[in-house]
């Protein structure tokens, strides 16, 4: 895991001491994703530099340092990841004649472009991955992105310039470029609490892709190819369903999991695990203790506020599994004062508050391992997701009401309060009550006068379910959530939230708070449920082996009750959170209020008016509405630390 950048000016007109200063320079920025070393490589006649940050996993040695050349000095690489398979695909070179001077996969990684070609060759990788690749004999620069959007990578071109790298704080320490936010960027911001892609915050810089490969030729040409597509496998998945019992699946699921654990578990550095306690991270943790000779390494942190603790479910999970288990509980000063770095951490405005326990169970694990894996994308594959279930009944179930009758229902639902809902539902039982009852009823009131389900979709997933009312000059950026050529790709309602799930939330919100949390404290988060081998497997199940009974996962619990007895995974589902709506209200209530003052709003291009009402229905009490609220918070601390200079 590391950190990668450069540039490419085409104009040819820095020497090559100036090229090596500014790629040093843009590389620095990133010395929380590679501690252990650095390195730069130019080419004053085409005017291109390469930089990087290592953080050394496999291969510790200098033959594993980058910038790195093929042996016949062809292809220059700097790349960020890891591959799994690599000591298959160096067998195979090996046999055409290739010779290595370490044991890298980066060194696999070059030669097999020497020998196979780019996109031959990230075609048979099995990892996560992002690349910059340049060609010395054909004078293209090739850059690449992991299948489902692991890792990171931005791109720009201005004019004859273009600009890359791992992060947004090493391009703008370039000198050629002047930082400029992309107002319809920020608008959807407003809506997901995070930038989609392509997009980024700022005008004529990008997100590359997941499982895209972007050539650019010397003429200034460029070309994004696919070398994956999740569209094609599930077109593919739905000719293709499995046909087997359940058991059958079981096995074949566990097989193919066991194997994706077992290849992240290589290292030449101490290993561990997060565990939650949650399907996802426990069938992870259970299929690396089955495949280790030694107790693994598994880290929780826990809270002492009611309703977002899971360190006790982590612990009998641990204690079952026989694993060498830490747990921190987090004080509330500890988890606050994460906040005023969030900006530098994200780079970019990005509000899921989970990344603020996202950083403490990082921090907490890089006190004992370099490496740690995740149970990240078992929601989106194996519909883990309470809309995925509850947005399909109730569109099923209203639906086909009139419009009329499910405004009144509508009305009738909103008449109570956000609290006496929450009072109400406190007389259900514990196991089956849900979190933010009263939010939810209210979100659901919202729901019924929708148009139909797509529109139900966006309104579940939305911040802002109309980012305009904050930016009336802006039109947001709309991508895949609007478009409406993807029921027929994905024609069930259900999948089709999967499907854009695994497009946008998976790589936008999920893997970015992963990755930046955690390399920011130079961890390396490995999240084998995304090999892409599990995901289309995961499409060709059918339906009834996703849910079942109305309990998720279903097949994904039948690999974990192997190992976990079924009693200590019995619980609802519970979010990786913070009582972001408490603090909002007591002690970050006067940050809070500093950021979003009508000077403040104004000065940032918002209309004050819907915000402030929102801020007052929630210290009241009326609403509690604190995701909203955050969304503006954060943009408005990122534009605080990166714009203000600027």
Known sequence: MCGLTGFWDRRAAMAREALARQVERMSDTLERRGPDDS???????????????????????PTGHQPMLSADGRFV???????????????ELEAVGARFRGTSDTEVMVEGFARWGVRPTVERLIGMFAIAAWDRQNRKLHLVRDRLGIKPLYWGRFGSLLLFGSELKALRVHSGWNPEVDRPAAGAFLRFGYVPAPHSIYRGVRKLEPGA????????????????????????????????????????????????????????????????????SSTVVALMQAQSDRPVRTFTIGFREPGYNEAEQAKAVAKHLGTDHTELYVEPDHARAVIPHLPDYYDEPFSDSSQIPT????????RHVTVALSGDGGDELFAGYNRYVWAEVIWRRLGHLPAAARN??????????????????????????????GDKVHKLAGMLALSGPDALYRQLVSQWDAPERLMPDVAESRGLLFDETVAGIVPDFAERMRYIDTLTYLPDDILTKVDRASMAVSLEARVPLLDHRVVAFAWRLPPHMLVRGGM????????LYRYVPRALNERPKMGFGVPIDAWLRGSLRDWAED?????????????????????????????SVPYPLWAVLMLQAWRQRWMAAA
């Open 77 to 91: 690489v700097a790349y960020n990841g890891e591959v799994y398979n690599f000591r298959e695909l160096r067998a």
């Open 552 to 559: 998720a996962k279903f097949l994904l619990r039948r690999v």
């Open 213 to 280: 490969l972007l050539t650019i030729a010397a003429e200034g040409e460029e070309r994004i190819e696919r070398f994956w597509s999740l569209p094609d496998v599930v077109r593919e998945a739905r000719t293709a369903r499995i046909a087997a019992s359940d058991d059958e699946a079981t096995d074949q699921l566990e097989s193919l999991l066991k194997d994706a654990v077992g290849r992240r578990m290589v290292a030449d550095v101490p290993l561990g695990a997060f565990l939650s306690g949650g399907i996802d």
């Open 39 to 61: 390195g730069a490589w130019v080419d004053e006649a085409c005017g291109i530099a390469l930089g990087f940050r290592r953080l050394a996993i496999v291969d510790l040695s």
């Open 408 to 437: 009144i229902v509508a009305a009738t639902l909103r008449s109570l309060p956000v609290r006496t809902w929450d009072r109400v539902f406190g007389l259900v039982p514990g196991s089956m009550r849900p979190r933010l009852a």
């Open 595 to 623: 950021l979003l003052s009508e000077r403040r709003l104004r000065d940032s291009g918002l209309e004050p008016e819907p915000i402030l009402t929102q801020w007052h229905h929630h210290l009241s009490g009326a609403r």
């Open 359 to 366: 950083f403490l169970i990082s921090e907490l694990t890089r």
